[in-house]
């Protein structure tokens, strides 16, 4: 193989490229068909029990997860005539949206009063130019009111609420947009924040297209430097370049070609996504790198072109082979991942690792023939000040083999106890940083209204007999206990206010009344004289299911596993009627992703771990080398994550990558490493000198690698402080695990190598 692919690259270098540039172009066809999505909602597998729940609610009740709107004035009091004025607007401009379901607001909802013992119902605003006296009496109402008031005033009087149901089926994107479009030409002169799942699920996609570019940008200048500085010559930039670019292009449109053909949602790009591109700018320069300096360094040896790019093939087509092989099954073990996006994850960017091989042995060495190369040249001719420093550091190591080890194990053994510090957190609303205007919206709803997530409770059973109403009263009771909740509503709510309104407003008969016929009495009395699809998003036709809305804060994801628990226990212990109750909801998602995320890490690191040390042993004839290749690997990963711990990152969806990313980078170095010394052995070196040529031979493209894939450092640039995370963790990981395979490994073989060498 390696003499076959020598002869087309020497005697047929045009056609190699014409090849390649061709089916890149057909992968890079499927970017039309490439989908920004992030439903948070989707990401759960649809046999999850709190999944389905969510969708039987929705198909009973409608989208369970609402944007939020507040409108208003700092200090200045929202009941006066204009702001009436713009709610009735925009109530009615957002209505007639064919995105939109429902609209939730003062000029929707209904007020119920009491004439002769029989109940009134009314719109609580009843026209679009109210009086100043009858604001005053829509005040004195809420006032009279405090469930229904909190749900459209803000607590200081000074903000107006509305919450927008989305039709279900449509996409979220869409809805979002046309919600936004209509607000901003209508509110110009008021201050408005937004909120809710489906408002971040809409405005996600643009966020994540700006920060890929931004990212993208500030990656690629960072690699150039760095290539530029070390390797001193423009067109082997540039080469690497077009190689990096070509992969990336057919990563991304592999995607599409793959929803295309599949309809697989798993293949959406989306905000987990967003270190995609930087990840693959940076693992596909590795191959790269390792073959030019090759070249470089034969080529000063044997002042030939063909010659050189003939022996960096021979030296390198299977240590390349194997680096690709192990970091595509590094990621291709995100397909067992119970978050079923890491799996579209996982195989999109291994193909891109894969298809970077291949043009870095066939694109690459045939560009590197085709140019005209001034040999007398810096780079073609002298060793950089990187290639002399570590060929000194190599040396000075392997002086004290054991000193070295023994220094690297105490480290990793010190920093390992931050792995039981590491903290689980997937709220969305917490990757975004504080000051942006995404969280400040969601913070500013938490802090003067009823919030902006939701949990769910689906109710069973009779709806009018009050035993069942007064548990789900009991329910409710207890969800708001919680600080970090602030209202709720069900039909026992709308039950308790009727029958207040039938008894002259007397508030000691704000109750469930004591027998079914009473209930069902008071149903009858509001469809005389109300609209019973006003119940619609609480019970359904038959008064057989119900549904409890408790509306909270944003919370962290360790609070909402304690909530969620603690619901559960309390419904088991203390609901003691025939009711049948599910919890939904985000709060409850973020409880379940948590073990979603935690699974998908512990089975990533096993798994690849496990094939990586097959695959060596396999290749390597040796299961001595098949332990050694894992040892920087296991090494890295216990410093990443004990430093997560230390320093209180957070592991989510998104920082769970990266133990793929580590395996896939850190295993390129050990069988770099390994490959070489093993070929150093064999070429007549003693067993004296064999591990300081190895180092030599090795280091230096190891430590460009490095110095390039600094383009990770990009990450500390995106909006998102997951990413931000993983930006400065895997810098770390990059100069942890090449200097892992230059001391740890280095002199762990240097220590066994009577046993080694030759092996």
Do not use: C
């Amino acid at each position: 193989m390696k003499s076959w692919l020598s002869q087309q690259v020497l005697t047929h270098p045009k056609r190699l490229i014409i090849v390649n540039v061709l089916f890149t172009i057909l992968f890079a066809y499927g970017l039309k068909w490439l989908v920004i999505d992030d439903n948070f909602m989707n990401m759960l597998p649809k046999d999850i029990e709190s999944r389905r729940v969510w969708e039987e609610v929705e198909a009973e009740f409608g989208a369970s997860e609402m944007m939020f709107i507040a409108f208003g004035h700092s200090g200045k009091s929202i009941y006066h005539k204009e702001s009436f004025k713009s709610v009735w607007d925009l109530t009615e401009l957002i209505e007639n949206s064919p995105y939109v379901d429902e609209v939730i607001s003062i000029s929707t909802m209904n007020r119920m009063d009491s004439e002769d013992g029989f109940m009134e119902i009314d719109d609580l605003q009843p026209n679009r130019n109210l009086s100043t006296e009858a604001i005053q009496d829509i005040k004195i109402y809420l006032d009279n009111n405090p469930d229904m008031k909190a749900r459209v005033i803000g607590k200081s009087g000074d903000f107006m609420s509305m919450v927008v149901r989305p039709k279900d089926g449509n996409e979220v994107v869409l809805f979002t947009n046309s919600v936004l479009a209509i607000t901003d030409s209508l509110l110009t002169d008021y201050e408005v924040h937004y909120a809710g799942n489906s408002y971040i699920t809409g405005v996600v996609p643009e966020i994540v297209q700006n920060d890929v570019s931004k990212l993208m940008g500030i990656g690629i200048i960072i690699m150039v430097i760095m290539l530029l500085a070390n390797l001193r010559n423009v067109s082997a930039v540039a080469m690497v370049m077009l190689i990096i670019i070509m992969s990336m292009v057919s990563m991304l449109g592999s995607m599409g070609w793959i929803f295309y053909l599949t309809g697989i949602e798993y293949f959406h790009f989306s905000m987990m996504n967003t270190s995609m591109p930087i990840i693959l700018l940076t693992i596909a320069n590795s191959d790269s790198v390792h073959f030019i300096t090759r070249f470089f360094r034969e080529v000063r040896k044997k002042k030939d072109v063909n010659e050189a790019v003939t022996k960096s093939l021979n030296a390198l087509f299977l240590p390349i082979f194997l680096t690709s092989l192990t970091t595509a099954v590094a990621f291709m073990t995100l397909i067992s991942s119970p978050i079923k996006h890491m799996m579209g994850y996982g195989i999109a960017i291994a193909f891109g690792i894969l298809w970077a091989w291949i043009l870095s042995l066939t694109i690459l060495p045939s560009l590197i023939v085709l140019k005209k190369w001034n040999l007398n040249s810096a780079a073609l001719s002298q060793s950089s000040y990187l290639e002399r420093w570590i060929e000194k550091l190599g040396q000075k190591n392997l002086m004290v083999p054991k000193r070295v080890l023994t220094f690297g194990a105490l480290l990793v053994f010190i920093v390992s106890f931050g792995l039981w510090k590491v903290n689980v957190e997937v709220n969305v609303i917490k990757f975004f940083k504080p000051g942006n205007p995404i969280r400040e919206s969601s913070e500013f709803i938490d802090r003067e209204l009823t919030g902006s997530m939701s949990l769910l409770f689906k109710t069973t059973g009779d709806m009018k007999y009050p035993h069942v109403l007064n548990d789900m009263l009991l329910i409710q009771k207890k969800a708001e206990s919680f600080p970090q909740s602030n209202t709720s509503i069900s039909i026992a709510d709308v039950i308790k206010s009727m029958h207040k309104v039938v008894m002259d407003d007397d508030p000691k008969y704000e109750t469930i009344p004591e027998t079914r016929g009473k209930v069902n009495n008071l149903f009858t009395m509001y469809s005389m004289s109300g609209d019973p699809d006003d119940f619609n998003s609480l019970v359904d036709y038959n008064y057989e299911t119900g549904l409890i809305t408790s509306l909270l804060n944003s919370i962290s994801t360790n609070e909402s596993v304690e909530m969620v628990t603690e619901l559960e226990s309390f419904i088991e212990d203390e609901v003691t009627s025939d009711l049948e109750i599910k919890i939904s909801g985000m709060v409850v998602f973020l409880r379940d992703f948590v073990d979603l995320v935690v699974r998908s890490s512990f089975i990533s690191i096993g798994l690849s771990i496990i094939i990586i040390f097959i695959i060596a042993w396999i290749f390597f004839g040796s299961i001595r080398w098949g332990l050694l290749s894992v040892i920087p690997l296991v090494s890295a990963i216990i410093l990443n994550f004990g430093l997560m711990g230390h320093f209180e990152v957070h592991l989510s969806h998104m920082t769970a990558l990266l133990t793929s990313i580590i395996i896939g980078v850190g295993v390129d170095f050990a069988i770099h490493y390994i490959a070489e010394f093993r070929r150093n052995s064999r070429r007549g070196y003693s067993i004296d000198e064999v591990s300081i040529k190895t180092t030599e031979d090795v280091g230096y493209p190891i430590l460009l690698d490095v110095a390039s894939n600094m383009g990770f450092a990009a990450l500390l640039f995106s909006a998102l402080i997951p990413l931000n995370y993983m930006g400065g963790l895997m810098v770390f990981a990059m100069i942890s695990t090449s200097l892992g395979t230059l001391t740890l490994l280095a002199t762990i073989v240097e220590i066994f190598k009577k046993h080694l060498y030759n092996k």
